[in-house]
T-cell receptor
Framework: GQQVMQIPQYQHVQEGEDFTTYCNSS?????IQWYKQRPGGHPVFLIQ?????EVKKQKRLTFQFGEAKKNSSLHITATQTTDVGTYFC?????????????FGKGTLLTVNP | ETGVTQTPRHLVMGMTNKKSLKCEQH?????MYWYKQSAKKPLELMFV???????ENNSVPSRFSPECPNSSHLFLHLHTLQPEDSALYLC?????????????FGPGTRLTVT
């Protein structure tokens, strides 16, 4: 079945440092979504990328979708303590279901003030 | 963020109990989902309902029984659970059940099975 893998699993940074998490799919994706889950919270939708090579920015967050539409990355510039949480990528299942979103295991980001 | 609400927020139940989780969405969406999130596993999709019809059952044991009376409400009926079923159960909704649409999650129910 389809796999969505994220690396690293954990990342600890000093406040002000940059952070990047990578997402790789075993199959080509029609789109990829990113979510953030704060500690003790629930996943919150951040963004969706659809086009090959697409780059989108949200303030200090930059999202990229690979040319082959099999990988994606999230880069945070100058992290702040408010960036703490787990970042998940998710893509539509390619195993025959149009209704299933497959989530990666997530990258837990901690920020030392 | 009160678009999707879940009750109760915390639940402790014995293995012989029967309980139900409730989810309500106020976003006018047509699809609703149940996910299970445990400590060391990614978000696991359990069920998908699209326009009140179940479109996905991700090989979930029969001790979990979903019910979707309308597009705004979703229930998860629980009976004879096992300790390994302890987890955070998240409800979500989206405009449509196709996986192309972003999902809005509720705060979750933290379930402990004793």
């Amino acid at each position: 079945g389809q796999q969505v893998m994220q690396i690293p699993q954990y990342q600890h940074v000093q406040e002000g440092e940059d952070f990047t998490t990578y997402c790789n799919s075993s199959t080509t994706l029609s789109n990829i979504q990113w979510y953030k889950q704060r500690p003790g919270g629930h996943p919150v939708f951040l963004i969706q990328l659809v086009k090959s090579g697409e780059v989108k920015k949200q303030k200090r967050l930059t999202f990229q979708f690979g040319e082959a539409k099999k990988n994606s990355s999230l880069h945070i510039t100058a992290t702040q303590t408010t960036d703490v949480g787990t970042y998940f990528c998710a893509g539509p299942d390619s195993g025959g279901s149009n209704y299933k979103l497959t989530f990666g295991k997530g990258t837990l980001l901690t920020v030392n003030p | 963020e009160t678009g999707v609400t879940q009750t109760p927020r915390h639940l402790v139940m014995g293995m012989t109990n029967k309980k139900s989780l409730k989810c309500e969405q106020h976003l006018g969406h047509n699809a609703m989902y149940w996910y299970k999130q445990s400590a060391k596993k990614p978000l696991e999709l359990m069920f998908v309902y699209n326009f009140k019809e179940q479109t996905e059952n991700n090989s979930v044991p029969s001790r979990f029984s979903p019910e979707c009376p309308n597009s705004s409400h979703l229930f998860l009926h629980l009976h004879t659970l096992q300790p390994e079923d302890s987890a955070l159960y998240l409800c979500a909704s989206s405009q449509d059940g196709l996986a192309d649409y972003e999902q809005y999650f509720g705060p979750g129910t933290r379930l402990t099975v004793t």
